[in-house]
């Protein structure tokens, strides 16, 4: 039962070291004896499920029946081709869904959480999934607790239990043992899968995984990637059913004045069959999925995980993105550069986290100041960082902002290692970007001292005394202000800028009490250079019509310094504090919103007031987050952005994508990816319209006006196959062009195709279609054979449309500026279309099967320079748009 024993004997119970943990063998086996630490998922669509769910739908019902009808009529080989063409429509179909499938899950893999825990000695990562009962687990702020585990150690922590008790309030963890009739939410030594720690820290050891927790007993489901349909799919849905609804009006009523003008009524029931299926996109929603998932494959080898598909078309209409300072705009690699101790401004040498420097004032070295070594003394105590040594090459565990504290001890020849084995942490109280604050008490030789650290305005309000000269003397108003001036010049400097006290403190203190009445020992600056390539990724962002604004916990002047080096800040734009804004009512606040670039000091709350205001305004909302109290904002945001680095497990499940990298310039190319798919998906739908709509007028012109089929049911069937299946694959992985980052973010609401590529797809369908009917009319009166007729059109269209896809490689740009051989996809899927339609009228077996004849090469110079106007067209509409538009 674990909790109504003491942690000893759990320790004992399951056979494990609290300070070891598991040795890795041991690990091993009992993964073996308990299986993974997964919940059950629901039942997967096996293959053969997914297989046969191509054949649903009722168009495909129609054509099976369709086939039954010819063989039913003795018209075995129409019977076979029409079953030959579903089951390959059917292949197809499954490829496209497995292909989508498989990527999901492979986002799935990518996105699964790994826990800290310690096992033969050492802490490390681990797989989630690969937890055992008996793991040492080490949980702080931010995590999702993995399993079921006893608290060993709880330092002010607290658990939200909600998704398991529906209790909002986070639970105040201790380390006592309860009795054994405890209900279950007050064995508050005891945390539980699905549930997160929202403040302190922990450790514990885990007592069930996978389905034994409590939460698998419930059997819920979590972290699952969502696969809502996207706007652009439900379009696409609307779409097809109206299509759909106006070709079957269009073909009955010419199939019916076609009986009644005479033609076979079966003939004219196939083909009725086979133009409906051709006029209906029902490939479409499949290739879009397909679309969608290929691109988001592309965004992750940029650093860009999507965590729900929507989001990617939610990227393409971004205009405004949020972004943290610290980690994102910056790298993230502190050095302290300026300590201010004793009234006196010293600099400090050295580079990178090696701890070799030194200390000046103006231009000489100091080796010993009592001042510089309490301020140092208390940087390095209350700090939770650690610097470590790997074949010559020092580099820092934990905060980077802590870690370039203990850097800046050691070359003052403090080791923190040898400091905390002299003054033992005897409590501390966390911190927060709320608080801006970090207490711990430690012993020292002559009693217990609190140290603590936080912003230079929240340490200030936290002391009473100063000191000075080596003496403890009052902070009088007057060397407050000094301070801030300081604290002002470092941060215009951009450095980011600490503040550091100290207190004698009872024995008995609680670490909150000691918060007060401190003595501020000084201050350090620290520098955390703009990342490189943050600058242009802002000026693309600026060209491509979206808006960068900073929101940072950081000071005003450091934020506002470092926003103006990399063009956030503009002239006439405005910084708010978190403060400000406070003071600001809802209405003022809207007023002014647009014009703010940079928030600083904010609370995470914050956040979510921006994103609101923001969104009022009918923005699409970008907003990255990394701590446990940023999830609202990204749940408000449009596109909700964590960390993969210093991201909380809690942030990254509120969000709807990560970047892998923490890196502000992985946003703006998920944003181009973004814009890329969403541009690819209009072309292959633009392609795709082309298409049906010259079959369709192809056909109906030549009943109607020619009493004539110019193109059987079957080849119709074989068109719509071929041209459905590999050209719009190959356009959703046309690159990006260089156009796509210049323009404006498309409206949210915009169509499914623009109006001119509507006018675009229908002046081509019709360019096709009046060529085919042309050839119709010209054979007809030179009294060539019907069955020559219907193959010469059959390829003609054909060959069209392989021209056609690539007109849709780019709506503006010509084929040959893009390069014509760039999309190599497309060379293949185009070659194998045209090798396929030379089988269907070379090969003997599918000449019976689709009543062809063989072309001569007189006829093929005749067709290829026929087919090759598609193309010609569209590039003389794209060089007067662009002659007009230069
Ligand atoms: P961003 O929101 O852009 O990531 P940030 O990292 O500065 O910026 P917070 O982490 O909320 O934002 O930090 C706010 C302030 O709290 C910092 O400017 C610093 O003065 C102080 N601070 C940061 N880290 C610590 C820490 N580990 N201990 C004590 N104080 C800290």
């Known amino acids: 039962m674990y909790y109504d024993e003491a942690a000893d004997a759990v320790l004992n119970n399951l056979n494990t070291s609290e300070e070891a943990g598991l040795s890795s063998g041991e690990a091993e086996k009992r993964l073996d004896k308990y299986g993974k630490n997964e919940l059950k998922e629901e039942e997967k669509t096996s293959v053969v499920k997914l297989f046969l ?230 490939a479409l929603p499949a290739v879009v999925t397909v679309g969608l998932a290929l691109g988001v494959r592309r965004m992750v080898k940029r650093h860009a995980l999507v965590r729900k598909l929507p989001s990617v078309e939610t990227l393409g209409s971004t205009n405004i993105i949020c972004t943290d300072k610290t980690g994102t705009l910056t790298q993230n690699k502190m050095i302290v550069e300026k300590v201010y101790a004793n009234g006196t401004l010293f600099t400090v040498t050295g580079e990178g986290y090696k701890p070799t420097g ?23 105590l209350c700090n939770d960082a650690g610097l470590v040594e790997e074949e010559g090459r020092w580099d820092i565990m934990g905060d980077p902002t802590e870690g370039a504290l203990v850097v800046a001890a050691a070359k003052g020849g403090l080791w923190k290692a040898v400091l905390e084995e002299k003054h033992e942490r005897k409590g501390e109280v966390p911190f927060s970007s709320e608080r801006k604050l970090m207490t711990t008490l430690n012993t020292s030789e002559d009693g217990l001292y609190a140290h603590a650290k936080g912003a230079p305005e929240v340490i200030l309000a936290a ?31 951009t450095l980011r800028v600490m503040g550091f006290a100290y207190r004698k403190v009872p024995e008995d203190i609680l670490p909150e009490e000691a918060e007060k009445d401190m003595v501020f020992s000084g201050l350090m600056g620290m520098r955390d250079p703009p990342r490189e390539e943050v600058k242009v990724g802002i000026a693309t962002c600026t060209s491509a019509g979206i808006r960068t604004i900073m929101i940072t916990g950081d000071h005003k002047t450091t934020a506002f310094a470092i926003a103006r080096e990399l063009g956030i800040f503009r002239e006439g734009d405005l910084v708010l504090t978190g403060t400000e804004l406070e003071g600001l009512g809802d209405r003022e606040f809207d007023e002014i919103v647009e014009k703010v670039s940079v928030y600083a000091r904010v609370y995470p709350e914050h956040k979510l007031k ?162 085919s009917i042309w050839v119709l009319h010209n054979s007809l009166s030179n009294g060539v054979p019907l069955s020559k007729i219907q193959t010469l059109i059959f390829t003609l269209v054909v060959i069209s449309l392989m021209f056609n896809a690539f007109n849709w490689r780019s709506e503006r740009y010509s084929v040959f500026s893009l390069g014509i051989f760039t999309n190599k996809s497309l060379i ?40 090759s106007t598609t193309l010609i067209a569209m590039e003389f509409v794209k060089y007067l748009e662009w002659r007009i538009h230069r």
């Open 610 to 771: 921006v994103v609101e205001a923001l969104k009022k305004k009918g923005y699409i909302v970008a907003m990255t987050g990394d701590g446990v109290n940023d999830a609202p904002a990204l749940k408000a945001a449009d596109m909700g952005i964590a960390m993969g680095i210093t991201g909380t497990d809690v942030s990254k499940e509120a969000s709807s994508m990560i970047l892998t990298d923490d890196n502000f310039a992985s946003i703006v190319s998920a944003v181009e990816e973004g814009r890329n798919i969403l541009k690819n998906i209009k072309n292959f739908i633009a392609y795709g319209l082309t298409c049906h709509i010259g079959l369709v007028l192809i056909v109906l012109v030549g009943v109607l006006a020619w009493h004539t089929l110019p193109v059987i049911a079957v080849q119709i069937l074989w068109i719509n196959l071929i041209t459905d299946g590999l050209p719009p694959m190959a356009l959703s992985m046309e690159a990006p062009d260089r156009g796509l980052m210049k323009q404006k973010p498309t409206k949210a609401k915009e169509g499914l195709v623009s109006k001119r590529m509507l006018i675009a797809s229908l002046g081509l369908g019709t360019l096709i279609a009046v060529q």
């Open 828 to 867: 293949y899927a185009v070659l194998s279309t045209v090798l396929l339609q030379l089988v269907a009228i070379y090969v003997p077996i599918m000449q019976i099967a689709f009543q062809t004849v063989p072309l001569s090469l007189s006829d093929w110079a005749m067709i290829i320079p026929l087919a």
């Open 53 to 282: 769910s191509q054949f649903k739908s009722f168009l495909i019902v129609i054509l099976i029946a369709a086939a039954l009808v010819s063989a039913f009529l003795g018209e075995l080989v129409d019977a076979f081709v029409i079953l030959f063409t579903v089951v390959l429509a059917g292949v197809l179909g499954f490829v496209q869904e497995y292909r989508a499938e498989e990527s999901i899950k492979l986002l799935k893999s990518l996105t699964s959480p790994e826990a800290l825990v310690l096992r033969d000695g050492k802490e490390g990562k681990v797989p989630s999934s690969l937890l055992v009962p008996g793991d040492i687990l080490l949980l702080q702020a931010g995590d999702r607790i993995p399993a079921d585990a006893r608290l060993l150690e709880a330092l002010s922590m607290k658990v939200d239990e909600s998704s398991l008790t529906g209790e909002s309030v986070p639970v105040e963890k201790s380390i006592n043992i309860f009795p054994p009739e405890t209900p279950q939410p007050d064995r508050k030594n005891m945390v539980y899968t699905g549930t997160s720690v929202t403040y302190g820290r922990g450790k514990a050891v885990i007592t069930a995984t996978g389905m034994s927790t409590a939460f698998g007993k419930l059997a819920g489901l979590l972290g699952e990637i969502e696969r809502d349909k996207t706007p652009l799919q439900e379009k696409l849905d609307q779409f097809g059913r109206w299509l759909g609804t106006a070709t079957l009006i269009v073909v009955a009523f010419v199939a019916i004045l076609g009986i009644i003008e005479g033609f076979d009524p079966f003939e004219m029931f196939l083909w009725g069959v086979a133009l409906a299926v051709a006029a209906i996109p029902e």
């Open 463 to 493: 002391c009473t005394k100063i000191f000075l000269e080596g003496h403890e003397e009052e902070l009088t108003p007057e060397r407050k202000q000094e301070i801030l001036g300081i604290v002002n010049d470092l941060a215009n400097k």
């Open 358 to 380: 030194d200390f000046f004032r103006g231009d000489s070295p100091v080796s010993k100041d009592i001042h510089l070594h309490k301020l140092l003394v208390t940087g390095t």
